[in-house]
């Protein structure tokens, strides 16, 4: 593979997730760690990437009280339309991370009633100025890639909560494996947030539809929803209908 192709590849790889780990490119792409690395010096240079160990970030991802541009931007704004119907008042909703959730809080009802849980700081900013829904934020440990809470006690005191309704992000979904995640402390307080859940809304891009990380989140029977940018009908989401398909 040409050094420009890998460079593409790395960069929709960082849009996609927001980060990247090398050794898992390295398996990607057939190369070396050494050229891997030297692939991820070069996007570092020209500002498409930051460099951290094991891997990189995306630079908008590093830079959370700005307003960085949001990758897949419409198609986000499109999942969380489709998302916040299924939002009714009263609702318990507990809602994970990801630029996808904060589009998501940003359009809620101005007057909702109910409870937001959320392991998100992001999130739980955006719900607080959006809407009157008393917001909860879970705190703990904040995650340096995922700018969420993670750790023992966010996770015990989800366990603790019984929620209507949760919202979740994915970085890999698959008909095999699943809901999977590259971040094992992130993948434990996901499934923390399904358990707590009556019912668990998936919010992905489609392009993310097929690819498996390292860490298994659920089954897809433990999903309720699974909301794309999508049209309902599309063939690609066909395989999925054993949720309800938004």
């Not at 690395?37 to 908008?60: C, F, M, T």
């Not at 009802?109 to 739980?124: D, Q, Y």
């Amino acid at each position: 593979m040409l050094q420009e192709e890998r460079h593409n590849f790395i960069v929709q790889k960082i849009n996609s997730h927001n980060k990247v780990i090398a050794s898992d490119l390295c398996v990607q792409l057939g190369v070396s760690l050494d050229t891997v690395r030297r692939d991820i010096k070069e996007l570092e240079r020209k500002g498409k990437v930051i460099k951290v160990h094991g891997g990189a970030v995306s630079p908008n991802f590093q830079q959370p009280f700005q307003q960085p541009e949001v990758y897949a931007l419409q198609e986000k704004m499109e999942i969380s339309k489709k998302a916040v119907k299924l939002i009714k008042d009263g609702m318990t909703l507990l809602v994970g991370g990801g630029t996808v959730m904060v589009e998501l809080v940003r359009i809620l009802p101005e007057r909702l009633k109910g409870t937001l849980f959320t392991v998100s700081p992001l999130v739980a900013l955006e719900a607080a100025q959006r809407s009157t829904v008393e917001v909860v934020l879970l705190g703990g440990n904040l995650s340096r890639n995922s700018y969420i809470c993670t750790g023992a006690s966010v996770a015990s005191a989800i366990n603790e909560i019984r929620v209507d309704l949760c919202f979740l992000g994915t970085n890999g979904l698959s008909l095999a494996e699943g809901v999977t995640d590259y971040d094992w402390e992130v993948a434990q307080i996901k499934k923390a947030i399904i358990n707590s859940a009556s019912r668990c809304a998936l919010l992905s891009i489609s392009e993310k539809i097929g690819t498996v990380q390292k860490v298994n989140v659920c089954n897809l029977n433990a999903i309720d929803y699974l909301v794309t940018e999508l049209a309902a009908d599309d063939k690609k989401l066909l395989p999925f209908r054993g949720c309800k398909v938004l």
